[in-house]
């Protein structure tokens, strides 16, 4: 079985330019999540789907970052204008449906490392 | 924000030995997970230990749970080089289904 597909890998661009990023998760995982981690950190959540529903977007900054989900399947992160902050790998990782709150095991796809110029 | 945090920050073994790794977090949790990364890659699951349960053992792996004092710890038994990773733990909380992940701990296993 495929795990979560990321792409591209690794993607050099220069400040105030435009980016997306790819994420086609498990088969049968409902709950799709996009993190960033900055180098030597832990990952951290930008927002979470349940479905096509973007249930916790908290952390996401809207006024440069969007994301969708469409048909409940893949999604796209997209940053724009990317500034120079923004360098750091984006992971995207899924899950099966939670319970009650209680959220199971990640899987986590191989990461979009970003750079910007 | 991070909820735990990984000590130590940095581990240097050698094959063979143990590793042990300590967590804390800051509000109640439903479970909490280890996660292994190793360079340039994502992250890969090792172990769920659920707030009822206080150990569990996964072939090297055992993980400890103590809810009183809001904090977990790793062992990796009889280290090998294959080993050397960032070891992170992450909280699951409330009722959204969310994991926060730590800071993690750099793991070197040599030779």
């Known amino acids: 079985e495929a795990g979560v597909v990321q792409s591209p890998r690794y993607k050099i661009i220069e400040k105030k330019q435009p980016v997306a990023f790819w994420c086609n998760p498990i088969?049968?995982?409902?709950?799709l999540y996009w993190y960033r981690q900055n180098l030597g950190q832990g990952p951290e959540l930008l927002i979470r789907?349940?479905?096509?529903?973007?249930?916790?977007d908290s952390q996401l900054p809207k006024d440069r970052f969007s994301a969708e989900r469409l048909k409940g399947v893949d999604s796209t992160l997209k940053i724009q204008p990317a500034e120079l902050g923004d360098s750091a790998v984006y992971l995207c990782?899924?899950?099966?449906?939670?319970?009650?709150?209680?959220?199971?095991?990640?899987?986590f796809g191989e990461g979009s490392r970003l750079t910007v110029l | 924000s991070q909820q735990g945090e990984e000590d130590p920050q940095a581990l240097s073994i050698q094959e063979g030995e143990n590793a042990t790794m300590n967590c804390s977090y800051k509000?109640?949790?439903?479970?909490l997970q280890w996660y292994r990364q190793n360079s340039g890659r994502g992250l890969v699951h090792l172990i769920l230990?659920?707030?009822?349960?206080r150990e569990k053992h996964s072939g090297r792996l055992r993980v400890t749970l103590d809810t009183s004092k809001k904090s977990s710890s790793l062992l990796i038994t009889a280290s090998r080089a294959a080993d050397t990773a960032s070891y992170f733990c992450?909280?699951?909380?409330?009722?959204?289904?969310?994991?926060?992940f730590g800071t993690g701990t750099r793991l070197q296993v040599t030779l």
């Open positions: 990782a899924s899950s099966l449906d939670s319970w009650q709150g209680n959220t199971g095991e990640l899987f």
């Open positions: 088969s049968g995982h409902n709950t």
């Open positions: 789907y349940e479905n096509e529903e973007a249930v916790d």
């Open positions: 509000t109640s949790i439903n479970n």
């Open positions: 230990i659920r707030s009822n349960e």
């Open positions: 992450a909280t699951n909380t409330g009722t959204a289904s969310k994991l926060t």
